[in-house]
């Protein structure tokens, strides 16, 4: 019965996430829609505040003063529609993961790695094998199991960030969402990090990867979705989006990347649009070297090689 839904990984379709901040709604994720086949991983890439942390925590179910609509599935399963309890027993930490940006300052200086494994392990009321466990997520991030009995403060930025990903692969999640996991170290360490999850993808993990730095995908991810105003302006695979971007606003992304061999980067000017206000034309339209008359309304999905685009320009009724 259910063969021709779990051949999709996860498929989500007209996501919408807004706060309800006391100035208002703020639209924080706004409509949408993006696809994963087995041992897919995608790169979610945009500039500050588009949306991007707001995209996982609604797929993780995490989402606090806000509130998620449309369609999520995943294996299968329509996971919005899930009641809480049962997303919390079977999904959660289970199924899907969460590494939390900045996650690396909330481990408590006061216990150890292990105490704080010890932890979340009870705090999921597991009865498996505590010890083994704990071991096998340690091992399966290259770290020493000497890691185990040191405080925080006692490991480098990279053993702490190590440590933050064995926390969230505990339980064995088949997809990890990875919300800037690089973004506090320096480039050395940030290139052993993107090694180690591209390991764990070759052993079957599947990951959302959220940057802002569109450069770091390049590894990692199968498909990307460009993020701006709280929407995906752009979706696709990553060979399309490096090679062959659509909207204005993932070219100019990608003309800002700095290079070694001198060229200087291009920076889009301008702001990005205050998520305050419900999105009635294209949200890149301020700042669009490209901008037409058309773009003062919102522009649908429309179709590319392996994706989509939210840009006027790709319109071909007209
Ligand atoms: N709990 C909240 N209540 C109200 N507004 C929020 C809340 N969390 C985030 N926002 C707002 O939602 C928008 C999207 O935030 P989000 O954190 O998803 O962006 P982001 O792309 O992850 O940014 P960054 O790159 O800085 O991490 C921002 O305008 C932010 O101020
Ligand atoms: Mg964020």
Redesign the pocket.
Known sequence: MRSEKTKKFLEVNGLSSR?Y?SNGP?Y??DNVDFSLNENESIGIA??????????GLSIIRML???KTFGKITFQGESILDVPESEFDEYFRWKKISMIF?GAMSSLDPVFTINEQFIEILNQHDFDGDLIQTIHDAIISVGLNLHVLKKYPHELSGGMKQRAIIAMALLLKPKFVIA??PTTALDVLIQAQIMNLLKNLKKKGMSFML?T?DLAVLSEIADKIGI?YG?QMVEFGSSEEIYHNPKHPYTQGLLESIPTLKGNSPRYIKGNPPS?FDVPTQCQFIERCPLVMDKCSQLPPKFKTATGYTRCWLYDDTS
Do not use: F, N, P
Request: charge should be negative; aromatic fraction near 4%.
């Open positions: 706060y901040s703020v924080a994720v945009g500039e500050s505040a588009c949306g991007k942390s707001t995209l606090s003063g806000g940006q919300d800037e959220i802002h993020m709280g998520l």
